[in-house]
């Protein structure tokens, strides 16, 4: 029921292309507006990347005359203007200290604003997401309101989120598709070699896929991550990790056992944080195959940039992939196919979107090599310079 409650809230855009003119009208008007309202003047020339303050004060123009939840954007001569609110840690799928989001935060209070949370009228800091169309109080970002860990929606109403062994909160449509289990892991695995095989990338290398919590992700990897790939030259040799799981009530409870990697090997292991819907932990597997893909390949030497950068295009290319010959089940028009194609374009924005040095900008260099060169030409100019194509 809530999944698509944004689809309701007005007409969508998700499919409309404006023309040339169109945007240039759009960008325009928007600069008339915003100078009426702050008497001030918009320099809007070709520049590659707006300012964030610049950001914020279209946001907020654009706020004083309209509520709708759409996410807009435009683009004025070669410049694209976007407005959504950076805010701290609110989407786990961003790796970045910013943390990207689809959140706005506004402290412009609104007649019959009512959040969907307490259900409460709105008079003080709240935030809005433009992808799915909620709004909420700021205050239940720090109040224990349980959060998806997979979409960061919040609870609202009677709906019963599940909680991981560690703590984290599943929402009902993220977990009708969550692994959880190994058995789970082995159709997503097959589905990403095939996907690779596509590109003629086959990995004929075996490597352990273990899922761990999110205790045993930090334990190893020193930081929360989705996924790890552990090489010949790193010194852990043992693994704990869930080797089944049952649901009790609103709970999940799991068994671990102990895996001992094997020396010797290029790619010992890969490890994936479990309980994520298929779609979200297949992007974290082909992200961390093309890792591992390139250290038997002999990729070396290459900066965090590069390495992540390509490997975040892997993972954006598997979801695109996804929309023609992935997993039937988001295909349709049911409701949970809806959910399922939005949760895809979600994850997508979050690897775009992304401010981070390494995952952020490394992705947008590499995308932008990839896309003029060709994957192919791209990697065989990385694996003898280190560097991508220019």
Not at 246 to 262: A, P
Not at 295 to 320: D, F, P, S
Not at 352 to 357: I, M, V
Request: aromatic share 10%; proline share 3%; with cysteine.
């Amino acid at each position: 029921m809530y999944a698509n409650r944004f689809l309701d809230e007005g007409p969508s855009y998700e499919n409309y292309q404006l023309s040339e003119d169109e945007n240039e009208d759009l960008a325009r008007a928007m600069e008339f507006s915003l100078q009426e309202s702050k008497g001030k003047e918009i320099y809007t020339g070709d520049m590659e990347f707006p300012q964030i303050d610049e950001v914020e004060e279209l946001a907020q123009a654009l706020e004083e005359s309209t509520l709708s939840s759409t996410d807009l954007s435009t683009s004025s001569g070669g410049r694209e203007l976007k407005w959504w609110k950076l805010f701290k840690e609110l989407n786990p799928f961003v790796r970045t200290s910013r943390s990207t989001s689809f959140w706005r935060k506004s402290s412009k209070q609104c007649d019959n604003l009512v959040c969907d949370v307490c259900e409460e009228e709105i008079c003080s800091d709240w935030l809005r997401c433009a992808y799915w169309g909620q709004t909420y109080c700021e205050k239940h970002i720090s109040d224990g309101t349980p959060q998806c860990c997979s979409c960061s929606r919040f609870k609202i109403g009677d709906m019963k989120y599940i909680t991981l062994n560690d703590g984290r909160e599943l929402c009902p449509d993220c977990r009708y598709t969550a692994v959880t289990d190994p058995g789970d892991c082995k159709p997503l695995l097959d589905e990403v070699h095939r996907f690779f095989k596509g590109l003629n990338m086959k990995v004929r290398y075996y490597i352990p896929i273990l899922l761990v919590d999110q205790k045993e992700m930090i334990n190893k990897d020193q930081k929360k991550s989705l996924g790890l790939t552990i090489y010949e030259k790193s010194k852990l040799d043992t693994v704990t990790y869930v080797s089944r799981s049952k649901q009790k009530g609103e709970n999940i409870k799991v068994v671990k056992e102990v895996e001992h990697l094997v020396e010797g090997r290029k790619v010992k292991a890969m490890l994936l944080l479990y309980g994520f819907p298929k779609l979200a932990l297949g992007a974290t597997l082909a992200h961390e195959m093309m890792h591992a893909w390139m250290q038997i390949q002999g990729y070396t030497r290459l900066t965090l940039n590069v390495a992540e950068g390509i490997c975040e295009v892997m993972a954006h290319k598997w979801l695109e992939w996804q929309s023609f010959t992935g997993d039937d089940n988001i295909k349709g028009a049911s409701e949970k196919a809806q959910f399922l194609r939005n949760l895809k374009e979600f994850l997508k924005d979050g690897i775009e979107k992304n401010h981070s040095e390494a995952y952020g900008h490394g992705f947008r260099e590499a995308k932008w090599a990839v896309e003029r060169y060709g994957l192919r030409y791209a990697l065989e100019h990385i694996s003898h310079t280190g560097k991508l194509p220019e």
